[in-house]
Each structure stands twice: as C-alpha cells, then as structure tokens.
C-alpha cells in the first residue's frame, strides 16, 4: 500500500487545435475537482501556444517540442515532467 497523498496530473498534447485547447482548459477549470498540474505539449504546432488560449487554468505546465512527434511521443515526454508518481493514460 502507498502512502501518503496521491497527486492528480493530466497530460494533454496536441497540434494547430488552439480552439478546442482553449475550450478544454475552460472545462477543466469549471470542474469541482481539479488535478495538481495541468500539462500541454504542443506538438511543434504552426504559431505557439500563449497561455491566454487556458482560460486562466491554474497549476499549468506548457512544453513545446521543436519537431513534430506525434501524440503518443508527446505524451510520453509530458510524463518525464510530472510530479506525480504514477501515470494513468486514457486509451
């Protein structure tokens, strides 16, 4: 068994989606409960990330890959920068 206090950390890639990236982060911020850290990889998108496309989200984390790696390498890399000390991954 595991002690001690379980840290939420969601890892959220992504390319060229600023539209949906911002809706997501107003979601996330709505919600009741909310993770430790918010990370975004941009995926080496066309024009970088800016931070006013969160909405305001707290506990965020912005990385940028400076070629295109694809979803499950920008993932991957978004995990070598968690806090928390497990990785749960929706398929």
């Known amino acids: 068994m595991v002690s001690g206090k379980m840290t939420i950390s969601l890892i959220i890639p992504f390319r060229n989606d600023f539209g949906n990236v911002?809706?997501?982060?107003?979601?996330?911020?709505?919600?009741?409960?909310?993770?430790?850290?918010?990370?975004?990889?941009?995926?080496?998108?066309?024009?970088?990330?800016?931070?006013y496309h969160l909405n305001g989200l707290s506990n965020l984390k912005i990385f940028r890959n400076e070629r295109r790696l694809g979803p499950a390498s920008s993932r991957n890399s978004g995990s070598t920068r968690l806090k928390a000390s497990a990785d749960i991954y929706r398929l």
């Open 22 to 51: 911002s809706r997501l982060a107003a979601c996330l911020k709505s919600q009741t409960l909310s993770a430790d850290e918010y990370i975004f990889i941009d995926d080496a998108s066309d024009f970088p990330l800016e931070e």
